[in-house]
């Protein structure tokens, strides 16, 4: 066995084809996921715009959620890879299953907290809304919430697929998640086949439902399929060494997307300040581009292994040029969503019933905000390269200034001077000043991190 486990294939592939191997099913997961996220929302604009609106005022909280689970994992992903490089078997098992832990502790305090913060959650958001709202919205998030361990066992397992190359088994899980999801949203909120009609309670089971059955697959892979990493929880008790490690990067990673909650839960108050119709332009936009941000947070659930196994075995040059690969393949995809946020937003928003009002909002809304996909790609693939050498405060860093330091501000003083007619511009605003702080990180990266090591292959 360990002759068989002496080299992964992270440390000999050549890095293009490696690059392509690793993230192409990671990419390919995440359009569906993506697909999934506007099939959602356009069979809940089916049942009325207040539904949609509620379900868009639950994203900050989610985004809370999905942060704690994708910053751990950020953080499980790094150290796994990076012991696998060392040839470090024992503490990559013992990574693997201290993460397991974190990840049912995180579920724990999520449960808790759907069922104590939602409903003022919402009641700080909508206070002169429609009472429908608030109610459908608290409905929704709940059961979200509450059931959200399929959400943590999915990531933690996909994690552990990713962290040792096998992406391809990760991408079947999250296909399959994504697909059940899609097939029992219309099925769950509009009562087909002899159902009870739920509303957007039928979108949120349809939801947990995909992320139990997901999360249960990448369990069954990772003991069947994964021979790097062995989950045996035998006499276990919580490494205080590992858990802090896994932190020092993850912990980063977690505040850095929870900041991108307290970003839209303020976008939504001064949005709502506006018009109703403008938070649920907000949540439409969250559900468009991700189809254009998704592939590449693939690539870099790819890449991130990659640069921290040869990070872990001392190989500058594959480093770099897995680095310079993802740059492009990024920069591939964020100009296909600015040309179709240009081009066609208004077709892009009558996928979700959009009345006149909407359209008269989220036309030039969709269009301003696309110039911000131009700079975004160089500051997701920065911000994967300080999570995989270990060096996730500059990642942090640059969320604050992005998402606190320019964007709020700037969309409250825009609200201000020129309303929904100005808002949007922070958006590329914001970019402007995340790529000035991501390009003076990556330099010092190179020059502190990555320039020292050796230059043998």
């Not at 929302?41 to 049942?47: E, L, N």
């Not at 959400?151 to 088994?169: H, K, P, S, V």
């Not at 609200?415 to 914001?430: D, E, H, N, R, T």
Request: net charge positive; proline share 4%.
């Amino acid at each position: 066995m360990e002759e068989v486990r002496q080299e992964n294939k992270m440390g000999t592939m050549s890095e293009g084809k490696l690059l392509l191997n690793m993230s192409l099913p990671m990419m390919v997961s995440m359009l569906v996921q993506a697909m999934y996220n506007i099939v959602d929302s356009v069979f809940v604009s089916r049942v009325s715009e207040n539904a949609l609106t509620a379900v868009s005022l639950a994203f900050p909280m989610q985004t809370l959620l999905v942060a704690v689970g994708a910053g751990t994992g950020v953080g499980v992903n790094s150290l796994l890879s990076k012991s696998l490089g060392e040839k470090n078997f024992e503490r990559a098992n013992k990574t693997a299953t201290n993460g397991i832990f974190l990840y049912l502790i995180s579920y724990i305090v999520s449960a808790i907290v759907g069922l104590l913060a939602v409903r003022p959650f919402y009641a700080s958001q909508i206070k002169n809304a429609s009472p429908e709202i608030m109610e459908m919205g608290i409905q929704y998030l709940t059961i979200v919430m509450v059931a959200s361990f399929g959400m943590y066992a999915q990531f933690i397992f996909e994690r552990i697929l990713q962290a040792t190359g096998r992406t391809f088994f990760s991408m079947i899980t999250q296909m399959v998640g994504a697909i059940i999801n899609i097939i029992l949203d219309p099925i769950l909120i509009f009562g087909l086949f002899g159902l009870p009609k739920m509303g957007v309670a039928g979108a949120a089971v349809a939801t947990v439902i995909g992320q139990i059955v997901a999360g249960c697959i990448g369990m069954l892979y990772n003991v069947k399929k994964n021979d790097d990493v062995k989950l045996d929880f035998r006499g276990f008790k919580p490494d205080k060494e590992i858990i802090a490690t896994i932190y020092k990067v993850g912990l980063p990673s977690i505040i850095m997307q929870s900041i991108g909650s307290v970003m839209t839960y303020g976008m939504n108050l001064i949005l709502v300040g506006l018009s109703a119709t403008a938070a649920a332009v907000f949540g439409i936009y969250f559900k468009l581009q991700s189809f254009f941000f998704m592939p590449v947070f693939g690539l870099n659930n790819g890449l991130i292994p990659i640069v921290a196994y040869n990070y872990g075995a001392r190989k500058k040059h594959r480093m770099i040029r897995t680095i310079k690969y993802g740059l492009v393949v990024a920069l591939c995809f964020m100009v296909l969503g600015f040309i179709a946020f240009e081009t066609i937003p208004g077709m892009l928003l009558m996928l979700f019933d959009a009345s006149e009002h909407m359209l008269e909002i989220g036309v030039p809304a969709l269009r301003i905000i696309a110039f911000h996909f131009l700079i975004a790609w160089f500051c997701i693939v920065a911000g994967s390269v300080f999570q995989a050498v270990g060096n996730g405060m500059y990642s942090l860093y640059v969320s604050v200034a992005r998402q606190l330091v320019v964007l709020l501000p700037a969309a409250y003083i825009l609200a201000k001077i020129g309303g929904l007619s100005l808002i949007w511009w922070s958006f590329p605003i914001a970019e402007l000043m995340s790529c000035l702080i991501s390009s003076i990180c990556l330099a010092l990266t190179f020059r502190k991190v990555i320039n020292p090591l050796p230059d043998h292959e």
